[in-house]
């Protein structure tokens, strides 16, 4: 348990300062490059999405699950990643101009080909990685990831500085998958070249295939705000809504891959040793909710500052969607770790289904709303009905997976409700007399003063209800040491006036 919890604050720390590093990122280039030239890379991105899902075909997750490792799989993982690498970087520069000829854009023809050359570098990349989770060294991986993000934003804004335009966020894409690949080489103890070879494909093949389609289906569904509402509306509104959720999905998106990433090997060691993992996965749901839940509330409440504060005023339009999307989010912390603990478990098929399923509806909920009602929030309230379809589905799949055990998910979630909502008592008070929809930003001067209430409150009633995150260690930590910051006060004080 300490080696998970040791694993988790590395992940856990790297994550936030990605967080803090994209914030960074999103904020100059908000500022530097128009909604458009985001709209078009963003569309970039969208287009070769399948093909980044094939690039791994669930090797990083199959070197991570063998139970006994060979130099032979390892080299075959790098033989089928290479080979799949290489052809997606031809599939997609050839493909660019057809993709540029569909949405009448040029310029899409220079930011794929740019883009394309990732294909080539992240097989590289894989086995390293892998092979550094494998082996629990989430210390290594942080170093790695921080240092290649920073290399990448840094060249990034040199091209924008040099009027690159959209191309700029490309090439940085390009220095980051470099830099990752040595850092990983570098930071593995082995440091071996392994030939490729495909000798182990069948065992590779069987793992990687439904992961490979699952991983799909949710690729197409999830960028259907790209690939769709800038078809069918404009580039505009498709940055427009793509910056809207993925400011909801910093939380959702980036600390959750860091709990997943500790979640998948602590649930699977778990679930061999014959411990009651479903218990496991219930008190993680209880300590994510508790979290995320209040940054949600948060965001929604205050969706004009934030858009205004980070991204400036030409992102305003943004603000009803994101709203709902902090909605979807807020469901969609409660089955964050389901996918995780069904693979865990040995059940990868069952969320295979869950994709096969969910995801097309998904899709088809946003081009409708794109279609019918030609409006981004249509579509953000498409995402919030699949978020609240997905809770029971999921909670029908773990009773197929662990039908031993009985769901306790509403007294799982009671406490951390009871935590939210007197919490955000202060928030949305001074929102409400404010007016929800106002067209003018509260001061920030107005705003601190709330939030640190709220972080009190939050811990109190955390505290006072017994919520299970209470009796984590850094919970006790962080809680304690104001108490002891007013203890030593009290105690110069008392001094002085001696």
Known sequence: ??????????????????????????????????????????????????????????????????????????????????????????????????????????????????????????????????????????????????????????????????????????????????????????????????????????????????????????SVSMDANDLFVAKILSFQEAAL?????GLMSMLNRDVMAAVRGVALPAFAAAHRAGEDVASQHQRSIASFSVIAWPFYGLLALYSLEALRLLYGPQWDAARPALAVFCAAGAVMAVTGLSPTLLVAVGRIDLVFRFDLVM????????????????????????????????????????????????????????????VVFVSLLPALLQSGLAGIWRTDPLPLFSILPILAITVVLWSATAIAVKHPLTNEKLFCTLTSWPGRCWRGLAVRMRALFR
Request: a positive charge; one cysteine or more.
């Open 1 to 218: 348990m300490n080696t998970v919890r040791v694993a988790l604050a590395f992940s856990l720390t790297e994550r936030y300062v990605l967080i803090l590093m994209a914030l960074g990122s999103n904020v100059l280039l908000a500022r530097l490059l128009t909604p458009e030239q985001i709209g078009i890379f963003s569309v970039s991105l969208a287009v070769i999405a399948v093909a980044q899902v094939f690039r791994d075909f669930g090797v990083g997750s199959y070197l991570i699950q063998e139970k006994n490792l060979t130099e032979l799989h390892v080299r075959t993982a790098f033989g089928v990643t290479l080979l799949i690498g290489a052809t997606l970087f031809v599939s997609v520069w050839l493909g660019a101009s057809w993709a540029a000829n569909v949405y009448d854009e040029p310029r899409l023809i220079s930011t794929l080909r740019v883009c394309s050359f990732n294909f080539l570098v992240l097989p590289f990349c894989t086995v390293s990685l892998a092979l550094l989770r494998r082996e629990m060294k989430f210390g290594h991986l942080a170093v790695v990831n921080v240092t290649a993000t920073a290399a990448g934003l840094l060249v990034t804004l040199a091209c924008v500085f040099r009027g690159m335009g959209e191309v700029s966020m490309a090439i940085g894409s390009v220095v980051t998958n470099v830099c990752t690949g040595l850092g990983s080489w570098a930071a593995h103890s082995r440091r071996a070249v392994f030939l490729p070879s495909l000798r182990e494909w069948r065992a590779v093949a069987r793992f990687g295939g439904q992961s490979s389609l699952s991983g799909v289906i949710t």
């Open 241 to 245: 809504l793509s910056r809207a959720q």
């Open 359 to 418: 995801q097309p509806l998904r899709l088809a909920l946003i081009v409708g709303a794109a279609l019918v009602y030609k409006d981004i929030l249509a579509c953000a309230i498409a995402l919030f009905v699949v978020a609240c379809i997905s809770v029971p589905v999921f909670r029908w799949m773990r009773g197929i997976a662990l039908p031993a055990h009985k769901s306790r998910i509403i007294s799982t979630l009671g406490s951390s409700f009871v």
